[in-house]
């Protein structure tokens, strides 16, 4: 079943406390992809400039991921340059230069409109709702989206979380679009607006699926060394759908242990810089880090032996 | 089995965005007794001035705590105000009157030292060190601490760490302690100093298990409504070694569900202000916050449909 995601490409400069890097390949569809792809193949959909490194989108090829939704524009690639405090739990974005980016208009190809599983990286939500009406029948849509959008296309949000499944979000931005600062409210308030599901990302704090009866938790993996936070939440949405993609299963079970497929896709994203983190992980591995989570979290009740 | 603490126990002047409490039952030793004495009787050793209301202490002995070690002394009873920002997530002490606290020479009644779960609350390590030299053969010591005792007397506190078996203290207080920022790490570094266990109580986050060789993560429970963290981290304590007491298991699967018994307590502290959340707490209450937890957490591996 066909995987796609639509959004950045990106050329990121990041600087943390343990190095840098400068225009390395970056963007959410690219550490959604790098992700997913090691669960299910990704189709991605998006646009660079002509100033984009070839061998940057060999990397993806060399993950297997189809190509043929990148568009190449004149112009000059999309560029996000931030800087994060010493503790990584903030980041100051220096610089934004969206080059061809500010103009891209999805253009699904053909062989990707059958995809059953689509996820809409966090672009204007007007060009989310257009790549709605590109695909053809797909069974389950997932979405992201960002502050900018919430203050400055709310109308057109809220048009959208009633065509898609699963809103996936930062914490902030569950709180911003809900004016609610409980994060389990801002998750009703936002059900009450149509998805089925929303999945409420935590940073270092894991992630939160909720739907209009049950919640289900899973916490970051226990890291003793995070280098580059960057693209952990696309990560996670990659680990997420690729999980559902390869499965097929969309069962309440199911979805629990996607929740934990991404929470270790985005293990692997942060513990080194860019998407180097991605790029070798094998399946073997993100299989032995499940098991791992299981461990974490895992207790009997022994009904039996109880107060 | 006999479960003992020792600890401050307070007049708390709270003020949160959702209202305010003045001279009400406070102070860790009872946060952490209305807790546990939902799944075993408490043992209380901690000072009380001759201003301390008896209605107070009346609803400790409502619980079935045991106050024989409550000595009342002539003088003020510590007195501890606070004021929690509009999303609780910090709060700003306003005053510290230490009264009769000040002095406090823990004397351990005669019928207390065949405790075989002992909790040391975060009094001056040299009062804890010398709690131990009162009790008998205790099977479980667990202790905290806080940053005022890190600052002053650390090698009394290292002293400590090589005569108990589980260091209990906030992310905070981990990091200060060891000097590492990041939680796990820190966590090693206080097991290499002879705890057999540490726990990292991380508040709206859950806490977190760490043994040499496995880590157990449990979260907070998803509360629409919080009022008052006072005695969060207490009442967590109450709860584990409540359960371990009850059930006279100290294995690892035991000390597992004893996370989940201390964040289920951790919740209930939380929902009201001061005590009042723990005084009507029923055993089938907590039984059935438990099995949320476990409905919270658990995901099956499905070995045989996977990626």
């Known amino acids: ?109 053909e062989k990707f409109r059958d995809a059953k599983f689509v996820f809409l990286g966090n672009i204007d939500p007007e060009l989310q709702l257009n790549v709605l009406d590109q695909v053809k029948q797909p069974k389950l849509v997932a979405c992201d989206t960002m502050n900018y959008w919430i ?65 289900f938790k899973v916490p970051a993996y226990p890291l003793q060394e995070v280098f580059d936070p960057t693209g952990a939440g696309d990560a996670f949405a990659g680990g997420f759908m690729g999980y559902l993609a390869s499965t097929g299963d969309v069962s309440d079970a199911s979805l629990r242990r996607a929740m934990v497929y991404g929470a270790a896709l985005g293990s692997f994203a942060v513990e080194a810089f860019g998407v180097e983190g991605l790029a070798d992980v094998t399946l073997a591995d993100v299989r032995a880090r499940v098991r791992a989570f299981k461990d974490l979290v895992h207790f009997d009740m022994d009904e039996a032996n109880r107060p």
Not at 39 to 59: C, I, R, T
Not at 72 to 82: I, L, N, T, V, Y
Not at 189 to 214: N, S, Y
């Open 1 to 109: 079943m066909g995987l796609l995601v639509v959004g950045s490409i990106a050329l990121d400069s990041v600087i943390t406390p343990f190095g840098e890097t400068a225009d390395a390949l970056g963007g959410a569809a690219v550490f959604f992809a790098m992700a997913g792809a090691v669960l299910h193949p990704v189709q991605v959909v998006g646009v660079v400039g002509n100033d984009f490194p070839e061998a940057h989108l060999q990397k993806l090829a060399a993950r297997g991921v189809d190509l043929a939704g990148v568009e190449g524009q004149p112009g000059e690639s999309f560029r996000w340059k931030a800087r994060y405090s010493y503790d990584l739990n903030s980041r100051e974005t220096l610089e934004t230069r969206l080059g061809v980016f500010a103009d891209f208009q999805p253009r699904i190809p």
């Open 151 to 215: 203050q400055g296309k709310k109308d057109l949000l809220l048009e959208l979380l009633r065509h898609i499944d699963i809103l996936m979000v930062n914490d902030s931005e569950a709180r911003e679009l809900s004016g609610d600062w409980n994060v389990y409210r801002a998750a009703h308030w936002i059900l009450g607006r149509g998805p089925k599901m929303v999945v409420i990302k935590q940073g270092e704090h894991g992630a939160l699926l909720v739907d209009p009866t049950t919640m």
